[in-house]
């Protein structure tokens, strides 16, 4: 098959190596990619939103399959797109409707969404700038700490937990009145602060069947203990020791099986992948929020631990077959350490040349996955963004798996380069 893959990110270099390495893909095209994926396919300069671009391009590749990566396409509507497009809408397009996306592009629809199929969650209300003095007295009885969500994407930075009601506040007047996050705080949902181990399950789904992923726990916050600002995510673990078999079980009966039926339901087309954030609440999950993808990083964790063809899973998907499909997992674990520019997730500078790539191929127990990187004509790679480099380290347990991405990590370097030393390391508390 030739495959037409979307996106540039460590999500996406992840998903390109698994392709590439399938008998089943004859030739794979990413765009716009980065440097890592330009090893392993063709690079082609396409923004994931142009899609008349998209289609001619496909038009002209013969191209057998579409898979999106990341979010902003599928809020835009790309599947939409192909689907509409009288000579591309047979081709497998591997990403959720933009009705389904909704689920991800606005935090109020989803939450309303999971109160109406009864899917666990936290209580929460609704403010605009019109209703913002309401917010300020919604604020003023909740307990302490307090949630506020912009309703539509934000980089993954549009999640606020707020220590004080002055906090809390201050914070709803930004988002609401000066727009902090742009129009996609045009809405703000405050919500119920979950107490409990945060982790993310994973299901692959083509409209009516569905396959549970490995499940994984990634770490936000930029500095070690969960301090600092939010960010993307610095890292993540799979398999998760205290999601066995029994919660497992319990998300899929409370949380996948409802989603699935609600959507049907309702209508809306969904082929593609959902990212399930949840709180484990002693033994209990509650859904924190929906994404119509697979994260990031934490599919750097996850694929590497699919045994089974990953091109048969995405056409099984596109094609509504994947009640056939057949799943494999390996037992052992992975951890991903994400190496990001200085100053990330605030003001940093990119064009530094990375040293050292050529000294950790990949290997039996590590891969380099490619986020923000760019290769210039000359064959240097250098930093194109704030999450650069993500290295998973592969083992019989947690420790060997970290000790793998570690050493890797240490042996290379750029101007600035930072990640944090903590990964897991909760983990291991827990299991101790």
Known sequence: ????????????????????????????????????????????NISPTDFKALSDFCIENQIDMVVVGPEEPLVKGVTDFFKKHPTLNGVPIIGPSMAGAELEGS???????????????????????????DGLAFIRKQSLPIVLKADGLAAGKGVLICLSHDEAENSLREMLLESKFGNASDKVVIEQFLKGIELSVFVATDGSHYKILPEAKDYKRIGEGDTGLNTGGMGAVSPVPFADEAFIKKVEERVVKPTIKGLIQENIPYVGFLFIGLMNDGGDPYVIEYNVRMGDPETEAVLPRIKSDFVDLLYAMGTGKLDSYQLEIASYTCTTVVLVAGGYPGDYEKGHKIIGLDNI???????????????????????????????????????????????????????GLYFRKDIGQDILKLIK
């Open 1 to 44: 098959m030739n495959i037409l893959l979307l996106g540039s990110g460590g999500r996406e270099h992840a998903f390109a190596w698994k392709i590439v390495n399938s008998p089943k893909c004859k030739q794979l095209f990413v765009a716009p990619g980065n440097a890592g994926t330009a090893s392993i396919a063709k690079n082609i």
């Open 107 to 133: 935090k109020d629809f989803s939450k309303q969404f999971m109160q109406k199929y009864g899917v666990p969650t936290a209580a929460y209300e609704t403010f605009t700038k019109e209703t913002f003095e």
């Open 361 to 415: 191929e990949n290997s039996q127990d590590s891969i380099v996955f490619h986020a923000g990187t760019k290769i210039t004509d000359s064959g240097e790679i250098l930093t194109n963004g704030g999450r650069v480099l993500a290295i998973t380290g592969k083992g019989n347990d947690i420790e060997s798996a970290l000790e793998n991405a570690y050493s890797r990590a240490s042996e290379v370097c750029w101007e």
